[in-house]
């Protein structure tokens, strides 16, 4: 089955230093590709959402030049949480989604900004 | 907009009991629905979904029912398992539109115990 790959699956960092997640789609070509985010005990949060090859569409509230998303290619899209902050601490998941419209998700990213 | 409403947990059920879990949504069209699972630290993974009314998903035992008249899209398990201890969201998907992105529910916890 479709396989997507999340690396890396925890990452602690310094306030004020830059991560970035990759999430790579390993058998299937995905055409969009979502970024979520998600607090303790609470629901998936959708952060944007990418098309390969073109400009990422936030949602409401999420600051595009802190959440910095590229899809460069049907197989890989990342996300770079810049200038982090401890409020930055979340689990990301990312999603990819192919034209028979399955989505196939990411085991997520445990980011901890000390 | 689109919405979706689970039961709020947590739920405690002991091993080999009954498990309903509810959803119900509101869309504005005739969306897709889905049940994903998250075990502890993972990402979410498909449970089962149904893509038009009176359409009944099923997977290890669960199933579900999607009915049109009362916008629901109840979980339901016979006999849960120790296993099965994990967060369930319930999800839709507009049809139409370019992004196809879910619409997810707060998630439910269920913990089964021996």
């Known amino acids: 089955g479709a396989v997507v790959s999340q690396h890396p699956s925890r990452v602690i960092c310094k306030s004020g230093t830059s991560v970035k997640i990759e999430c790579r789609s390993l058998?299937?070509?995905?055409?969009?590709m979502f970024w979520y985010r998600q607090f303790p005990k609470q629901s998936l949060m959708l952060m944007a959402t990418?098309?390969?090859?073109?400009?990422?569409?936030?949602e409401q509230g999420v600051e595009k030049d802190k959440f910095l998303i590229n899809h460069a290619s049907l197989t890989l899209s990342t996300l770079t949480v810049t200038s982090a902050h401890p409020e930055d601490s979340s689990f990301y998941i990312c999603?990819?989604?192919?034209?028979?419209?399955?989505?196939?998700f990411g085991s997520g990213t445990r980011l901890t900004v000390v | 907009g689109n919405s979706v409403t689970q039961m709020e947990g947590p739920v405690t059920l002991s091993e080999e009991a009954f498990l309903t879990i509810n959803c119900t949504y509101t869309?504005?069209?005739?969306?897709?629905l889905f049940w994903y699972v998250q075990y502890p630290g993972e990402g979410l993974q498909l449970l089962l979904k149904?893509?038009?009314?009176?359409d009944k998903g099923s997977n290890k035992g669960f199933e579900a029912t999607y009915r049109k008249e009362t916008t629901s899209f109840h979980l339901e398990k016979g006999s849960v398992q120790v296993s099965d201890s994990a967060v369930y969201f319930c999800?839709?998907?507009?049809?139409?539109?370019?992004?196809?992105?879910?619409?997810f529910g707060k998630g439910t916890l269920l913990t089964v115990n021996p």
């Open positions: 990418s098309n390969e090859g073109s400009k990422a569409t936030y």
């Open positions: 869309a504005t069209g005739y969306p897709s």
């Open positions: 999603s990819a989604t192919d034209s028979n419209y399955g989505y196939t």
């Open positions: 058998d299937f070509q995905a055409t969009t």
């Open positions: 149904a893509t038009k009314a009176d």
């Open positions: 999800a839709l998907r507009e049809r139409g539109g370019s992004n196809y992105k879910l619409t």
